[in-house]
T-cell receptor, first 109, second 114 residues
Framework: ELKVEQNPLFLSMQEGKNYTIYCNYS?????LYWYRQDPGKSLESLFV?????AVKQEGRLMASLDTKARLSTLHITAAVHDLSATYFC?????????FGEGTQLTVNP | DGGITQSPKYLFRKEGQNVTLSCEQN?????MYWYRQDPGQGLRLIYY???????QKGDIAEGYSVSREKKESFPLTVTSAQKNPTAFYLC?????????????FGPGTRLTVL
């Protein structure tokens, strides 16, 4: 059974600081997604990482994938309040996705 | 505009009632999915369909049923057999199976049992 674990689950940080969210998964997969969810809203696709060593960047967010370590990271650079949301990683298993529990990020002024 | 619509946005159910949640997409996607999200948790897969007239159980299918008679539509029925149905329900679609393509999500339906 594929298990996907994110840490931390809760993250409170100050504007302007950097931080990294980690996503570990238990079985082999070569495709991983990151999504963002605002409170009470749906999920928005951020990144898809397709192969070992893949790195994608959009604004202050950068995601990477290490399939050998079964680890993906979402790095936040110089955080701003607008990044406050819950971030999910999701790992492909056959034709399905398995989601992590999510990391609730709060960026304080 | 292309997208995924879900209705209703809020739904209240009495004990013992069946209710149906609607999901429609005009993206011409082959695959559609239903997820359940409980407060503070990730998404769990209920059912998915990769082609019309075919669907498979996900991880938590008990107490739910679906149909896929049209490519655009994938309704979910929450039956009285589902003992704890209060949750946020999200529908998603992708061009093909999740292994190949990004899933795009609808706005969700919040179901509350009275």
């Amino acid at each position: 059974e594929l298990k996907v674990e994110q840490n931390p689950l809760f993250l409170s940080m100050q504007e302007g600081k950097n931080y990294t969210i980690y996503c570990n998964y238990s079985t082999t997969s070569d495709r991983l997604y990151w999504y963002r969810q605002d409170p009470g809203k749906s999920l928005e696709s951020l990144f898809v990482l397709l192969s070992n060593g893949a790195v994608k960047q959009e604004g202050r967010l950068m995601a990477s994938l290490d399939t050998k370590a079964r680890l993906s990271t979402l790095h936040i650079t110089a955080a701003v309040h607008d990044l406050s949301a819950t971030y999910f990683c999701a790992v492909v298993r056959g034709s399905r996705l398995t989601f992590g529990e999510g990391t609730q990020l709060t960026v304080n002024p | 505009d292309g997208g995924i619509t879900q209705s209703p946005k809020y739904l209240f159910r009495k004990e013992g009632q069946n209710v149906t949640l609607s999901c429609e997409q005009n993206l011409n996607h082959d695959a559609m999915y239903w997820y359940r999200q409980d407060p503070g948790q990730g998404l769990r897969l209920i059912y998915y369909s990769q082609i019309v007239n075919d669907f498979q159980k996900g991880d938590i299918a008990e107490g739910y049923s679906v149909s896929r008679e049209k490519k655009e539509s994938f309704p979910l029925t929450v039956t009285s057999a589902q003992k704890n149905p209060t949750a946020f329900y999200l529908c998603a679609s992708s061009i093909a199976g999740a292994g190949a393509d990004t899933q795009y999500f609808g706005p969700g339906t919040r179901l509350t049992v009275l």
